[in-house]
């Protein structure tokens, strides 16, 4: 079976969205494969380049049950 190559138009501002939004998420598998511990939710807000909104869970429902060994 033929390979066939098929080429589109992407304008450059999404190109380049694209390749930033590819970077983030390879410098999160960088870390991810690295670390043996759990990642705080901000750290992965950080990677991915967003900002966290306001907390709208209340108590113990916002915060994920952690094993106090793989804590940093």
Do not use: H, Q, W
């Not at 390979?3 to 590819?22: C, F, H, I, R, S």
């Not at 390879?26 to 759990?38: G, V």
């Not at 991915?48 to 306001?54: I, K, S, T």
């Amino acid at each position: 079976m033929e390979k066939k190559t098929t080429m589109g138009y992407v304008p450059l501002n999404e190109y380049v969205e694209g390749k930033v939004a590819v970077a983030r998420l390879e410098a999160l598998k960088d870390f991810t494969i690295k670390c043996n511990y759990s990642i705080l939710r901000e750290e992965v807000a950080s990677f991915l380049g967003f900002e966290l909104p306001a907390e709208t869970c209340e108590g113990s429902e916002c915060e994920p049950a952690r094993n106090p060994e793989t804590i940093f």
